[in-house]
């Protein structure tokens, strides 16, 4: 396995911090930012730079566009995806329009998730 840090993508992740979405954007400012468990955004874990990542709850959350659904990135993600898996971490996947039309469903289940996955580390 290698380095959970990839000092080549720093630049990368500083701009992608700086240029979120509207639907990171939001997430982030408006539930994330000041939730009771940290959260990181544009963490570099390996080659991959996740949307949010939670150390204590061992989770990650994607926000994903169409641009997610096509072929070459279904694959692109399910990669990216057990990669992370491997260092024991879940990763959720949110489709954006969901942020935009169901913004406290998502919340709720962010909210779930994390529960769960911190009851299962004690």
């Not at 990839?6 to 979120?20: C, G, I, S, T, W």
């Not at 939730?35 to 994607?62: C, H, P």
């Amino acid at each position: 396995m290698q380095s959970k840090h990839n000092k080549q993508l720093v630049p990368l992740a500083k701009q992608l911090r700086k240029e979120m979405t509207k639907e990171e954007r939001h997430l982030w400012f408006d539930f994330l930012r000041f939730y009771s468990v940290r959260f990181s955004r544009q963490k570099i874990l390996g080659n991959y730079i996740v949307d949010f990542y939670s150390a204590k709850a061992k989770l990650v959350i994607e926000l994903d566009g169409s641009q997610h659904y096509e072929d070459r990135n279904v694959e692109k993600d399910a990669a990216r995806t057990a990669f992370l898996e491997g260092y024991g971490l879940k990763v959720i996947r949110i489709p954006n329009n969901e942020v935009n039309r169901n913004f406290r469903g998502v919340c709720e289940h962010i909210d779930e998730v994390v529960k769960q996955s911190l009851s299962q580390l004690r």
